[in-house]
């Protein structure tokens, strides 16, 4: 069972679980997450009153999932997506580097073809 202190109090893993932390302050016993524990320690620190770590636990950040790396082929050029994010995607294209949503990279790279095919026509 796994014991740490924090700004006096001692914490200890519950049971075997490696996740769930409890404190004891005053006669109460409260467990939890690590830093939500933390954080009931600090509330009571502060204003010597107690208030339950799952109530800390409900306002921290969702974890996200890992992110998707997305990779696609269009007309010659690699457009990547490392994030997953919308806007995320980038692609060096004549030697510059673009950012920004697929569909909008996608249609820079039409116009320069379009462009490009327009001006070959003109030559003959």
């Known amino acids: 069972m796994p014991v740490a202190t924090y700004r006096g109090f001692t914490l200890a893993t519950v049971g075997s679980s490696k996740d769930e932390w409890q404190v004891r302050i005053k006669k109460h016993t409260l467990s939890g997450t690590m830093p939500a ?8 620190c502060d204003t010597a009153s107690i208030i339950d770590p799952k109530e800390f636990g409900a306002l921290a950040p969702k974890r996200k999932e890992t992110p998707q790396a997305a990779q696609e082929d269009f007309h010659g050029h690699v457009l990547k997506n490392d994030t997953g994010d919308a806007n995320a995607w980038y692609c ?33």
Do not use: M, P
């Open 37 to 44: 524990v933390k954080k009931s320690i600090d509330w009571f």
């Open 92 to 124: 060096f294209f004549q030697g510059k580097l673009l950012k920004g949503g697929k569909l909008a990279i996608q249609k820079h790279i039409e116009a320069y073809l379009v462009a490009q095919q327009q001006a070959v026509k003109q030559r003959k």
